[in-house]
């Protein structure tokens, strides 16, 4: 079983919708989770950063950490044609000598068709 | 812009050569990390680095080495060079071991 489990898409959906992004992971040593939008070919950009169970909003980006089940989510409301990209969840722990390292799941490419 | 800078952004070289990669984090960010994202692959962590030393490794092959400076920037080289190479290159800094931001990477491209 990976460490962390991301359904790889790709997810289609039309302008407006509401998009449901999901990670599940194993390792209960995970502390701090984060989203992440990439663009073709482009560095990876940080949408949310959480640390605790429960909900944390910006904008139209909604992100949800359940530690109890190991889910997280991200929820993007009037999604918008630019909005198409794949989207990374990641999770980090510590790694030993004060090391925190970042495990990425595979990513969703998400389309938004206007 | 997230304030970490890569160069070169384009690189084209020939098996066998040797490369390298700069990075310069974020003002005030002391850990660096390298990932390679290949064609269709997830971003595998190569090594991390904080303040100069380095921190932990992943899936970093022997002919790949990486240091930081102590003005903090960071080079990554690969030598031996083999098409299966031929990857993107992404740097990351963050502050505090916590959320890290990215490059816009490297394109590296083995002939």
């Known amino acids: 079983q990976k460490e962390v489990e991301q359904d790889p898409g790709p997810l289609s959906v039309p302008e407006g919708a509401i998009v449901s992004l999901n990670c599940t992971y194993s390792n209960s040593a995970f502390q701090y989770f984060m989203w992440y939008r990439q663009y073709s070919r482009k560095g990876p950009e940080l949408l949310m950063y959480?640390?605790s169970s429960g909900n944390k909003e910006d904008g139209r980006f909604t992100a949800q950490v359940d530690k109890s089940s190991k889910y997280i989510s991200l929820f993007i409301r009037d999604s918008q044609p630019s909005d198409s990209a794949t989207y990374l969840c990641?999770?980090?722990?510590?790694w030993g000598a004060g090391s925190y390292q970042l495990t990425f799941g595979k990513g969703t490419k998400l389309s938004v068709i206007p | 812009d997230s304030g970490v800078t890569q160069t070169p952004k384009h690189l084209i070289t020939a098996t066998g050569q040797r490369v390298t990669l700069r990075c310069s984090p974020r003002?005030?960010?002391?850990?660096v990390y390298w990932y390679q994202q290949s064609l269709d692959q997830g971003l595998q962590f190569l090594i991390h680095y904080y303040n100069g030393e380095e921190r932990a490794k992943g899936n970093i092959l022997e002919r790949f080495s990486a240091q930081q400076f102590p003005d903090l920037h960071s080079e990554l080289n690969l030598s031996s060079l083999e098409l299966g190479d031929s990857a993107l290159y992404f740097c990351?800094?963050?502050?505090?071991?916590?959320?890290?931001?990215f490059g816009q990477g490297t394109r590296l491209t083995v002939v």
């Open positions: 990351a800094s963050s502050e505090e071991n916590t959320e890290a931001f």
């Open positions: 959480t640390y």
């Open positions: 990641a999770m980090s722990s510590l």
């Open positions: 003002s005030g960010d002391l850990s």
